[in-house]
């Protein structure tokens, strides 16, 4: 038999069509590999295809042949990911603001490329893109890999920082400002990336939307706020700090009506403490950063929730309410 010019591709292209054209419920025969073979301009023999499917094992296919009537069927019958644990990478691809539609769909398209056609359209029946808030920002990609070099190498970063004014155009901050920031760790809360730092001007523990950051550069400066961030528990930061918004750091004092408990759980963890109230309600000493957001979240609430202290907090929630009377003319 007269070899075709690709021989040197033959197993390459043996691998291709199992992992595109088989699966567990899709089968392929002896005959119908070696046609798809010749459409690569590749011949073999079934012989020596044989052994080939055998190799395949050493490259982490493994292929299971199954007797149907006098002929035998292949496919592959072991892949890296399963097509439920693919399905629960492109919801989370397609749900996250910080990824672009145009990413979003690049990254999809690979995904579907680790199982075979068939199972590609179930992938692309999952996918729905369109209309989603998503961020502009295309570059989010290079950002985070800069920000986990700079981690790596123990170097802060410059970038700038914008906002989006009234007439929806991208706004430097500050004037344009280069933020000169030591970074510790990347988070993702609310389905927005942020960038966690240290800003040695400020002498503080800081974070950024890493979508909303522009140019960033590796400084030659080394990272600063170890000693902060060794004392840093990053879920206890973002639990705390709703809506990733600042504000003053306090132990609040919750009284819960029992239909809400649950509520306060998902927020605060399994481990918080409860104290029974009465028969009806129950107290919680949660510790928050009091910020409004925060304040409008016990608002949406309702009758439920309320802050029983310290005082401070009770008076900011009152002065909340006061101010949201005047605006709406109460």
């Known amino acids: 038999m007269p070899k075709g010019t690709n021989q040197k591709l033959k197993l390459y292209r043996l691998a291709q069509i199992m992992l595109e054209q088989t699966d567990d419920e899709h089968y392929i025969t002896m005959a119908e590999i070696m046609e798809a073979l010749r459409r ?34 292949y496919h592959v019958v072991s892949r890296p990911f399963e097509l439920p644990e693919l399905k629960l990478l492109v919801d989370a691809i397609q749900s996250s603001k910080f990824i672009t539609e ?9 995904l579907e490329k680790l199982v075979s056609k068939y199972d590609a359209q179930k992938l692309q029946r999952q996918v729905y893109v ?44 500050h004037n344009g400002k ?3 920031i030591s970074p510790w760790g990347l988070l993702w809360d609310d389905e927005n990336y942020y960038m966690i730092g240290f800003d040695s001007e400020a002498q503080k523990i800081k974070h950024y939307r890493v979508d909303k950051m522009l140019k960033i ?15 840093l528990n990053m879920a206890d930061y973002t639990k705390k700090s709703f809506g990733m ?12 009506h029992n239909d809400l408990v649950g509520v306060i759980i998902d927020r605060f963890g399994r481990d918080i403490m409860l104290f029974p109230a009465d028969a009806d309600h129950v107290t919680a000493n949660v510790d928050v950063r009091v910020s409004r957001q925060f304040l409008a979240w ?12 310290p005082e401070d907090v009770v008076e900011t929630m009152k002065r909340e309410a006061s101010r949201l009377m005047e605006q709406y003319g109460g």
């Open 130 to 173: 369109s209309g989603r808030i998503k961020t502009m920002n295309e570059s989010i990609y290079y950002s985070v890999n800069t920000i986990h070099a700079a981690i790596s190498e123990n170097r802060k970063i410059k970038f700038q920082y914008y906002q989006w004014n009234a007439k929806k155009e991208m706004e430097l901050r």
């Open 40 to 73: 690569y301009d590749i011949t073999a023999d079934r012989k020596s295809l044989y052994n080939d499917l055998r190799d395949l094992s050493s490259f982490g296919i493994e292929v299971e042949g199954e007797s149907v009537g006098n002929r035998y069927h």
């Open 102 to 110: 145009k990413k979003t769909n690049i990254l999809i398209k690979k």
């Open 298 to 309: 016990v608002f949406s609430l309702g009758p439920n929730v309320k802050i029983l202290g």
């Open 217 to 231: 550069n590796l400084s030659e400066e080394p990272r600063d706020g170890k000693e902060a961030f060794s004392k």
């Open 245 to 256: 918004y600042g504000g003053k750091e306090e132990k609040v004092k919750l009284l819960i």
């Open 178 to 180: 280069w933020y000169h």
